[in-house]
């Protein structure tokens, strides 16, 4: 698992941004980086432990569903989601400062494999000869560039980090004008 973790600071109580943040589908649509294509809560009730979501977002030409389920929830404190296949984890934490509240969104994910290695993409007319070298070259590929795939991870977690902050940049602002929808 990767991890990355922002904060923000927000001049606000607890209470205020806590009711913000477990309006999940308010949260994940001012995200700038992906589309909300649909947000569907799956079972009845207030949100609590056990509460699941069907979400499908669209960012670039890349579609992503899952269900998310909250794990942990204390009320003006912490929320916790991951993804029900165990393939993202999020904490979201409030803590007291003067003046206000501090927002910490704790991320921890896997990359997919195919953002690591991006396959090319096969002539379907080339010559068998040439398909199996390009197998090969796949294999040692994935087998002697740790580097690469390690500049690879750090540069897609430092966009995540940036696409973060603005994100937390977004929220603090809808939080402080007073805009609660």
Known sequence: ??????????????????????????????????????????????????????????????????????????????IVTRDARDRLRLTLTLDSIPNGTRLTHDEEFIIPAELLYPEEKEQPDSPLWLKVIKGIMAIERVRFTDTERDRKVEEIKNNLGSNLRMWLSKIKDRLESGQVN
């Open 1 to 78: 698992m990767h991890r990355i973790t922002e904060s923000i600071d927000l001049k606000l109580p607890a209470e205020d941004v806590f009711a913000f943040l477990k309006d999940i589908e308010s949260r994940l649509r001012l995200n700038p980086f992906y589309r909300v294509l649909s947000f569907e809560k799956l079972t009845e009730g207030d949100i609590s432990v056990g509460t699941r979501f069907r979400i499908v977002l669209m960012s670039g030409e890349r579609r992503s569903e899952y269900i998310s389920e909250v794990v942990e929830f204390v009320e003006n404190k912490k």
